[in-house]
């Protein structure tokens, strides 16, 4: 995998306990925007809105920390890898810095347990320093994280070589090769990197292929499709496919020609090369997907071929005994109804300036949890995206389905929000999403409905729901681990995955109660208007 990390594969329920030890250099592969952050940039460092004041998201003394996020699990809080548990190589520690078994560790070392209590899946593992989680992803700090099953064995699906892990990234080279950085300058890098290599191919034999694709680029979303060449090898130009699994698992067979993949979504595919006459290439290639989703065409490089599969031999070892994908029986996604009474909570993509920090409900990070949630209820989050970008969110512990989406006058919200922050943020005065609808609800899209999912797209001038079906975090001893398990009250975040985003504040703590807990009924989160109890 080139410069990424090692890919660790697990049975799923049987967890695994790791020791992160951080011996990274104390300067930054990157120390010009380190710099330019603690210099106050206004490009880059956070700013939050009225009334909240500034605060730089590293100390002075610290050019390099990280921690790890296993993305998509599980996990105990104390383990979840959150920004505020950053630690450096020389032994700096974030607030919020925890490990499991205190007495086996060194002060720039951390241990984590995870459950691996997941359906069959691809999750991913990343850095999660606080203020630069961009950059340490950009200079390599990531890796896949597979959860099998034993019954994955019986479905017919394609094995061993010919299931391909392809994680899809841009990057920018120097004419040494040397890794550049230039998102601090423009949106998107210029060259396509597929596990770790830039413009790779692929042989392969003429049978199905399992495809597992991770978008692990900053902010890049691609539109994927499969393009034979010559032109003329195939009856269509592009060569179909099926979507058997996303982020959280598998989902029925779903035959496509094309997919939009965001910053952290991944995506499980069978494509069937049988029928590609010999000496074929077909690519892999990317279409109307400006970095910034649906952007502006012209902000950033655009990269539109990204890897080749050349079909060069047939079927080995007696022939392809996988099972044709509309032939196979995957575990379905039951998907998950509201009650007349359950929660909704509102986050509203909130930008003060253009071109300047984003907030969650115009409040920073670093601002303590408004958000209190009985542990085992089940919400409906509504994500009111009135900029002109789409963004990826993820919500750690939790897997859930995306419910529908409703277009808004965003511009007219924007205005009333504003208003509102500026006339002192009174809870009765909250623009109302429901008064500034333009039409009615707009099913998921299809390779989303009837998926659990861990990270989804909040479109532009759109509310986005999801519903979530329990927020249950995992209480129980892990792998024998004194203080393993998860205590209430439990504070987790949430944020957008365009990594820059997340850097500049699109992020914000919420936390799960006990049902003693009173603020499991008067949490800030409600008396600040982004709450509320009226049915969906």
Same mark, same amino acid.
């Given at each position: ?175 040494? *090769?040397?890794?550049?950085? #230039?998102?601090?300058?423009? =949106?998107?890098?210029?060259?396509? +990197? @597929?596990?770790? $290599?830039?413009? !790779? ?115 080995? *070892?007696?022939?392809?005994? #996988?099972?044709?994908?509309? =032939?196979?029986?995957?575990?379905? +996604? @039951?998907?998950? $109804?509201?009650? !007349? ?196």
């Amino acid at each position: 995998m080139g410069y990424l990390g090692p890919t660790v594969a697990v049975t799923t329920d049987r967890p695994t306990v790791v020791k992160y030890r951080n011996e990274l250099p104390t300067t930054h592969l990157f120390q010009t925007v380190i710099d330019a952050i603690r210099g106050g940039c206004d490009e880059l460092t956070p700013t939050p809105p009225p009334p909240y004041k500034a605060t730089l998201p590293f100390p002075s003394n610290v050019n390099v920390w990280n921690t790890v996020h296993q993305h998509g699990g599980f996990t105990a809080p104390q383990s979840d890898g959150m920004p505020m548990q950053s630690f450096s190589s020389d032994g700096i520690h974030a607030a919020a810095y925890s490990t499991l078994e205190p007495g086996r560790v060194k002060r720039n070392e951390a241990i984590y347990a995870y459950t691996n209590h997941d359906r069959s899946c691809m999750l991913w593992y990343h850095d999660h320093g606080m203020g630069m989680t961009s950059l340490n992803v950009y200079a390599g700090l990531a890796g896949l994280w597979l959860v099998r099953e034993p019954a994955d064995d019986w479905l017919g699906l394609p094995r061993g070589e010919f299931e391909v892990p392809l994680i899809l990234q841009d990057r920018t080279f120097g004419p040494d *090769g040397s890794l550049k950085y #230039s998102m601090a300058l423009r =949106e998107g890098e210029d060259t396509p +990197v @597929v596990n770790g $290599k830039a413009f !790779p191919y692929l042989d392969v034999e003429r049978r199905r292929y399992r495809l597992r694709l991770l978008n692990a680029s900053n902010e890049r979303f691609w539109r994927l499709r499969f393009e034979a060449w010559p032109r003329d090898a195939l009856p269509q130009v592009n060569l179909p496919f099926w979507l058997i699994g996303t982020d959280s698992g598998f989902r029925e067979p779903l035959q496509m020609l094309n997919f939009l993949i965001s910053p952290a979504e991944r995506y499980d595919l069978v494509i069937d090369f049988s029928q590609v006459p010999m000496g074929t290439k077909v690519r892999l290639t990317n279409y109307h997907a400006p970095v910034h989703y649906p952007g502006m065409p012209g902000e950033g490089p655009e990269i539109r071929e990204i890897m080749e599969f050349r079909v060069t031999k047939e079927a080995s *070892g007696g022939g392809d005994r #996988s099972r044709p994908p509309k =032939e196979l029986r995957l575990p379905r +996604v @039951v998907p998950v $109804k509201p009650k !007349p009474h359950t929660r909704r909570r509102q986050w509203v993509v909130y930008q003060h300036k253009l071109f300047k920090t984003m907030t969650f409900n115009a409040v920073p990070f670093e601002a303590p949890s408004q958000d209190f949630i009985k542990e085992g209820a089940s919400e409906i989050w509504e994500y009111i995206n009135p900029n002109h970008d789409a963004h990826p969110m993820h919500v750690h512990l939790i897997n859930f389905q995306v419910l529908n989406r409703q277009p808004i006058d965003a511009a007219s919200y924007n205005a009333d929000y504003e208003k509102w922050i500026s006339r002192g943020r009174k809870p009765k005065d909250l623009p109302k999403v429901e008064n500034y609808f333009t039409g009615p609800p707009i099913p998921p899209d299809p390779d989303e409905a009837l998926s659990n999912k861990d990270t989804f797209k909040s479109y532009p001038e759109t509310v986005t729901r999801i519903i979530i079906p329990e927020f249950t975090p995992p209480k129980a001893t892990i792998a024998s681990i004194p203080g393993s398990g998860t205590e209430l009250p439990a504070t987790y975040i949430h944020h957008c995955h365009l990594l820059e985003h997340e850097d500049d504040d699109l992020m914000r703590p919420w936390t799960i109660v006990g049902h003693g807990d009173q603020n499991a009924e008067h949490g800030q989160g409600e008396a600040h208007g982004h709450g509320g109890s009226h049915g969906h």
